[in-house]
């Protein structure tokens, strides 16, 4: 097919559902389109750098990725030296890429993406030097992040339970923003930096967001009581709070949302850190600045 020639990467563990029926289900699909393929397994370490001379041995074309955001952000930022398309069989818990880009979770439905799909030239972000494809976070949703990942069971479930858990236990974090063209201090209860319009399974915190605009949304929920911190988390969801210019933020709201190519934050409070959903360590100053169009990712034509 057009001489394509594809590296499938599975993540065995992420999400709920058993990969060796997708395995199988691939495999077949793919020899009966008469494209050549090799499968390999996600890596806990992240270091994809084995599969370098995989990719030149085998003229590899297309990286499908099945598995969570951040099994894709991993792959990604392992193979972007190379001129490859990527696609996704989103596997994971929230699978905020896929549904920005519009990719269905069936496998059936994101295999027909994949192999006949449009690839595009889609932005990501660094995180002190770390690179993240959708969203990334500090405070409430990155404690959530650490904790999911401590548990023996994966899924929406398992994630709820813990948000309820944090929700009436959270506490609030100091932060100091620098931007190009201000600085302010904020307690807050999580801010999120978002490529993406999706926090994932459909929820967003970021509705202006897009993947391909050169910015970063990003969103402060500052310190309020438990009652009108939920409210206005929902109105964020719902899309009812207005982007505010970077250059003239009110600090006084109490949902901040505004785009930015680049931040900077110290980190006061030693607030938890996750990047696309896994939990990384926590850092005391955080430089943030977009990657513009730096992969191409297959969307549904």
Known sequence: ?????????????????????????????????????????????????????????????????????????????????????????????????????GIPRATEKALEVFLHGKPMHTDGFLINGQFACMLSGLG???KVAHDFARQPKRGLSTYARQVIRNFFKARFYDFTIQLPDQQFHTTAFFISIANSNQFGNQFTIAPKASLSDGLLDIVIVTR???????????????????????????????????????????????????????PADTPDHVVIEVKEKCFRLIYPV
Not at 231 to 243: D, E, H, K, M, S
Request: hydrophobic share 40%; with cysteine.
């Open 1 to 101: 097919m057009n001489g394509k020639s594809i590296l499938y990467i599975i993540n065995p563990i992420s999400g709920t559902r058993t990969k060796k029926n997708l395995q199988h289900f691939l495999e077949q699909k793919t020899t009966e389109a008469g494209i050549p393929y090799h499968i390999e397994y996600s890596v806990a370490s992240a270091d994809y750098s084995f599969l370098h001379p995989i990719i030149k041995e085998k003229n590899i074309t297309d990286v499908g990725i099945a598995g969570g955001d951040g099994t894709v952000s991993q792959v990604v930022n392992g193979l972007m030296g190379f001129d490859l398309n990527f696609g996704i069989f989103p596997c994971g818990s929230g699978n905020g890429l896929a549904l920005a880009a």
């Open 140 to 142: 409430f949703d990155a």
């Open 224 to 278: 309020q009581n438990k009652l009108k911190l939920l409210l206005q988390t929902l109105r964020q969801i719902w899309g009812w709070n207005a982007l505010q210019p970077a250059t003239a933020i009110d600090t006084s709201k109490a949902i901040l949302y505004f785009q930015t190519a680049s931040v900077r934050l110290t980190n006061n409070s030693k607030a938890p850190l996750h990047i696309d959903g896994d």
